[in-house]
C-alpha cells in the first residue's frame, strides 16, 4: 500500500536524499519518496508502520525532520499530485549539455584538413568529464547522497561517492591534455563499466530514483538515457584503446 506523510524540515535535495535512505530502512517499508517542495514523503509498505518508528529513523523527537499523517482535508494534498511534463523537457538540461559538447567538439574539427576520430573522441572526453564533474562539484555531499542510492560501489563505500567527482575531474584534464592515453582509456572503462551495472538495475527493476549524473542540480530521474550516457563513454575508451598506436 501507499501513503502520503507530511513531512518538514528538508531544504534541499540532500535532505531528499538523506530522509529517503533513512525511511527505507525502517522494516516494512519498500520505498520512500520525500519532496521538500511539498514537505511530504510518499511511502511505499507492506505493512502498516506506527509513526514513532518512523520518527525514530528521522532522528527521534528532537530530529529538524518531522513527520506527521496528513489529514484527508489538508490543503496541501493538491499540491503533492506531481504534475506530468513531456520527455524532452524532464531531459532538456542533458541533451542540451550532450549537444553543447557534441556541436563544440565538432567545430573544433573544422579546423582540421580531415575528420580525425580519435582526436574528436579524445576531445568528446575531455568535455563529457569536465562539465559533468563542474555539476557534481556544486555540490558534493548531495551528489554522494543521491549516488549511493543505485551505484554498486557507494552503496558499500559511500565514500566513493564524494571521490567520484575528482575522478571524473582527473579524467577530462587527461584527455584534454592527452595523457597517457592508454592509461587514461582503461580507467575510464572500469569506472564507467562499473558505473553502468547499478544504473541498470534500477532501470530494469524499475525504481523511481534520481539520477546523479548532473550532481543535485537537476532532478532528473533514472532513465535509459542515463544507460546510454554510460553507454556511450564505455564504448569510445574501447574504440580508442583500439586505434591506440
Known amino acids: 500500500m501507499q501513503k502520503t506523510y507530511k513531512l518538514t524540515g528538508m531544504t534541499c535535495s540532500s535532505c531528499e536524499a538523506a530522509v529517503k535512505i533513512s525511511l527505507e530502512k ?12 511539498t514537505q511530504s514523503a510518499v511511502l511505499t509498505m507492506d505493512k502498516e508502520v506506527d509513526m514513532t518508528d518512523l520518527q525514530m529513523a528521522l532522528g527521534g523527537l528532537t530530529s529538524k525532520y518531522q513527520i506527521s499523517e496528513l489529514k484527508e482535508s489538508s490543503i496541501d494534498i493538491p499540491a ?45 572526453m575531455a568535455g563529457f568529464f569536465l562539465v559533468f564533474s563542474f555539476f557534481k562539484l556544486l555540490d558534493v555531499k548531495g551528489f554522494a547522497n543521491s549516488y549511493k542510492m543505485y551505484d554498486v560501489i557507494a552503496k558499500s563505500f559511500p565514500i566513493w561517492g ?20 592508454f592509461v587514461t582509456n582503461i580507467v575510464t572503462l572500469i569506472i564507467m563499466s562499473l558505473s553502468i551495472i547499478g544504473v541498470l538495475q534500477s532501470v530494469l527493476n524499475k525504481k523511481e530514483i534520481k539520477c546523479a ?14 544507460i546510454i550516457e554510460d553507454g556511450i563513454m564505455i564504448a569510445m575508451s574501447l574504440i580508442m584503446l583500439i586505434l591506440i598506436k
Not at 531531459?91 to 575528420?115: A, E, H, M, R, W
Not at 564524494?162 to 592515453?181: D, H, K, R, T, V
Open 162 to 181: 564524494f571521490i567520484y567527482p575528482f575522478m571524473e575531474l582527473s579524467l577530462g584534464m587527461a584527455y584534454l591534455i592527452n595523457y597517457n592515453p
Open 80 to 124: 503533492i499530485k506531481e504534475e506530468k511534463v513531456s520527455w524532452i523537457t524532464t531531459y532538456k538540461p542533458i541533451l542540451l549539455i550532450f549537444g553543447f559538447i557534441l556541436g563544440s567538439t565538432l567545430v573544433i574539427q573544422v579546423n582540421y584538413k580531415s575528420f580525425d576520430l580519435m582526436q574528436w573522441m579524445q576531445q568528446f
Open 26 to 37: 525502517v522494516p516494512g517499508i519498500s520505498q520512500a519518496k520525500a519532496t521538500k517542495d
Open 213 to 226: 549524473c548532473l550532481g543535485s542540480v537537476f532532478n532528473l530521474p533514472m532513465s535509459s538515457i542515463t
